[in-house]
C-alpha cells in the first residue's frame, strides 16, 4: 500500500530523468 509510494516515486524520478 503506502509504504510502496516513496519507492515508486524514486523510480519515477529517475525514469523522468
Known amino acids: 500500500?503506502?509504504?510502496l509510494?516513496?519507492?515508486t516515486l524514486?523510480?519515477?524520478a529517475l525514469?523522468?530523468?
Request: charged share 15%; with cysteine; aromatic share 0%.
Open 10 to 12: 524514486k523510480i519515477i
Open 5 to 7: 509510494q516513496p519507492k
Open 1 to 3: 500500500g503506502n509504504s
Open 15 to 17: 525514469c523522468l530523468q
